[in-house]
């Protein structure tokens, strides 16, 4: 039952794959879960990484946006694992510059995977980390930039130390309404879906990191929201900076940190360095 664990979401291409890699040419000592939506993908690359000799990769079938599928693998775990010990919370979307779907579509689609995805997936599994567990909520340098585009009453909001997971939660239902009726510009969002959806990702990882430090001071367990970069992935385009791996190299430093590391907890990191919120 002590055996290691570390599950990676939306992990059958891109950053999630190279994160997954990442993890195992890092010497994690233990199975790493590759999940995903589509059990067909999800096995294809897990062959593929099984060929580079990442032999501790199981998958197992993961639906963030179904929060029946989120408890389903907390059974799993509980039962063969009894806790989990990495949880690389990384499955996310964008709407293309090109979409044709209204902008309230948009927003609506967007929140629901990138935000209220990840959130059920940290209320089925945070629960059953283990002392020294390392979480990493995969964010971006767009939620920096969308805050510094809201108005100063939103961007206090978001920066309030105190602000707790249900006020932020009413926040994120806040966009995805105006956004539907058309007056988020007017009532000071930015004018991008993902972007606020990173804010909401980033501020959650704030709260989630506090809560640990108040109600389990003593068990080491570190908590971060990252930035991968401008990535070559099917979401990003091929006109990206950086390689997938590269992108996987934050996110990979994050939850490997050593036992005894005392920070970064609850930042916002990129390219390895704590980020001003």
């Not at 080491?220 to 992935?233: D, F, M, S, Y």
Request: with cysteine; net charge neutral.
């Amino acid at each position: 039952m002590s055996k290691k664990v570390a599950v990676v979401t939306g992990a059958n291409k891109g950053i999630g794959l190279a994160i997954v890699k990442g993890l195992c040419k890092a010497g994690f000592k233990g199975d790493i879960l590759l999940t995903a939506r589509n059990e067909k993908l999800g096995q294809e690359a897990i062959a593929g990484l099984q060929a580079e000799g990442c032999k501790n990769v199981i998958f197992h079938q993961l639906d963030i946006c179904d929060q029946g599928s989120s408890l389903k693998l907390k059974k799993f775990l509980e039962e063969k694992y009894g806790g989990l010990d990495v949880l690389v919370n990384n499955a996310g979307l964008a709407f293309k510059n090109s979409a044709t779907e209204p902008f309230g579509e948009q927003a609506e689609v967007t929140m629901r995977t990138n935000f209220w995805g990840t959130l059920w997936v940290c209320h089925a599994l945070l629960p059953i980390l283990r002392p020294n567990a390392r979480v990493v909520n995969v964010s971006s340098f767009v939620s920096k930039k969308s805050l510094d585009q809201s108005n100063p009453e939103l961007q206090a909001k978001f920066r309030n130390k105190d602000l707790s997971e249900e006020e932020l939660c009413l926040l994120m239902g806040e966009f995805v309404h105006a956004a539907q009726t058309g007056d988020h510009t007017a009532q000071g969002w930015p004018n991008t879906a993902y972007g606020t959806t990173k804010i909401g990702v980033t501020v959650l990882s704030k709260i989630q990191a506090r809560v640990f430090s108040e109600t389990r001071p003593g068990d080491g367990i570190l908590l971060n929201a990252c930035c991968p970069g401008w990535v070559r992935t099917d979401m990003a385009g091929q006109n990206a900076s950086k390689s997938p791996e590269e992108g996987a190299e934050t996110p990979v430093y994050l939850a490997m940190l050593p036992e005894g590391a005392k920070e970064p907890h609850g930042q916002l990191v990129w390219d390895k360095t704590v980020q001003e919120w």
